[in-house]
């Protein structure tokens, strides 16, 4: 008997059993007793096809902007299937060959850091970078009590209850507390909402500086780590201006605080450049990954840490009082080898077809094409670096009032009426989840761009 047909099914019965089945992500279930969900069976490049045989421009990268070089790369499940017939499993306390070409590939980008750890999920490697900090703040001595980890407003750092914890979106953690603590908040630092009511350049970039008096309000022999994003992305597409993370990274020297830099949606060239941070003038003492990585054919993340990092850990098991000092951490499927090649598949793609050059390219000519919208209605704010862009929508654009929920569904609508599918802060911040996000894989041709803004004039001509 040969492996069964997954790709024989019936229309009407998929229908109807996502509907019997299914509990889908961050989605109210009562709009289904009206609507119809969508549901995608195939795709190639940046179009995807959904199960009513209706085709797509995707701009979402699949949904949570992670399928980076696009859909339909052969070479990638090619790869993957090869691995998965000659090992597809073993677990990370022992060695695999994908996982050691794989760090060794990363690393590469990361010259400042030493060691990789595998994992899973974005919100796991985020995790595993919050217990690095708790840990060593129970044994390594000038670290002692420096328990706490300090995120920024608007920044998502993952589902599970220490990453939501650690995320600065009330949406997102309505409802899921009581949270854990030694997660503390800072502003977040959106000009075009400016937390101090202030103006760049004149505002001394106060979003930044503020971070000081969380530290001494704490007190800095309490705090191990800060987590932030580059660009942050599900909180509204958020750039920081250039004097941002120098003011950051003085902070966190001066006071001993690990950075951790969550590149789950920036890293592998969603920006621009290889990593978001790599804009910035920035030494992260970790770096997070994850979505792009393996272009989520497969699912992979991990945590990079610099090489000191890694050597507070080195303590002799034989010494009884030295036994538990290491990482004692495990993830069963950080030990998968399939996300592996499928991680070193995408980073051949990346670089043979010069995906960051046109990330770079492509995302300078859609911010600029976005920004010819400024002067319409509605269209607020236009930000965003490399293949991540958002626009902001507002219904008076001199008070910043922002559009309502139902009016952001609309153009959204709009949108996907035209075939094309955008994303949009979803659930993060009560009034302000109004920004439209373009985050498509990193081979999108002018073409493409000219399509996705053509439709979005439309729409906001036509008006809400
Ligand atoms: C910046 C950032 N970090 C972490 C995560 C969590 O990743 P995952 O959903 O893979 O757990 C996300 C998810 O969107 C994210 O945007």
Redesign the pocket.
């Known amino acids: 008997m040969g492996a069964p047909d997954m790709l024989n099914y019936d229309v009407e019965e998929i229908v109807k059993g996502d509907k019997e089945y299914l509990w889908h992500h961050i989605k109210p279930h009562k709009l289904f007793e009206t609507a119809e969900q969508l549901i995608m069976v195939e795709g190639k490049g940046l179009t995807v096809t959904d199960i009513r045989g209706r085709e797509f421009l995707d701009v979402t990268s699949g949904g949570?902007w992670s399928v980076i070089v696009g859909f339909g790369r052969e070479s990638i499940g090619d790869a993957i299937a090869a691995q998965l017939k000659k090992l597809p499993y073993f677990a990370g306390v022992y060695g695999t060959v994908p996982a050691v070409q794989c760090a060794e590939k990363i690393l590469a980008t990361l010259p400042r850091l030493g060691k990789i750890y595998f994992a899973n999920?974005?919100?796991?490697a985020?995790e595993k970078a919050f217990k690095i900090v708790r840990q060593a703040a129970h044994f390594i001595e000038q670290r002692k009590g420096k328990f706490k980890v300090l995120y920024r407003n608007r920044?998502?750092?993952?589902?599970t209850i220490a990453?939501v914890s650690a995320s600065g979106q009330n949406e997102r953690k309505e409802q899921f507390g009581p949270f854990v603590e030694g997660f503390v908040e800072f502003p977040h630092c959106c000009c075009y909402r400016c937390p101090f009511d202030k103006t760049y350049p004149g505002c001394d970039i106060e979003c930044a500086r503020c971070i000081e008096d969380v530290v001494q309000k704490e007190g800095p022999e309490t705090v191990g780590g800060l987590i932030i994003?580059p660009i942050t992305?599900?909180g509204g597409i958020i750039v920081p201006v250039p004097e941002y993370f120098p003011i950051v990274q003085d902070i966190c020297k001066k006071h001993d605080i690990w950075l951790i830099m969550?590149e789950?949606?920036c890293g592998f060239g969603r920006t621009g450049t290889f990593w978001g941070h790599d804009h910035f003038d920035v030494d992260p003492d970790m770096v997070?990954m994850?979505?792009g990585m393996a272009s989520s054919y497969e699912p992979l993340?991990a945590v990079a840490v610099k090489q000191e990092i890694f050597d507070l850990f080195l303590n002799d098991p034989a010494d009884p009082d030295q036994r538990m000092n290491f990482f004692r951490d495990i993830s069963t499927y950080g030990g998968c080898t399939g996300p592996l090649v499928a991680a070193l598949e995408t980073m051949r793609i990346i670089e043979d077809e010069k995906l960051i050059e046109n990330s770079k390219e492509m995302g300078s000519y859609l911010l600029g094409r976005l920004q010819e919208l400024k002067d319409l209605p509605l269209v607020g704010d236009v930000r965003g670096m490399g293949l991540f862009c958002g626009v902001e929508f507002v219904r008076d654009k001199t008070t910043r009032e922002p559009v309502s929920e139902a009016e952001m569904a609309k153009i959204v609508a709009s949108m996907l009426a035209q075939n094309i599918i955008v994303g949009r802060t979803n659930t993060s911040i009560t009034g302000l989840n109004v920004t439209m996000n373009f985050a498509p894989a990193l081979i999108i041709t002018k073409d493409e761009v000219d399509r996705v803004v053509g439709a979005l004039r439309y729409t906001v001509e036509a008006g809400i």
């Open positions: 949570v999920s974005g919100s796991e985020n920044d998502y750092h993952g589902t990453a994003e992305a599900g969550d789950v949606v997070t994850a979505k993340s």
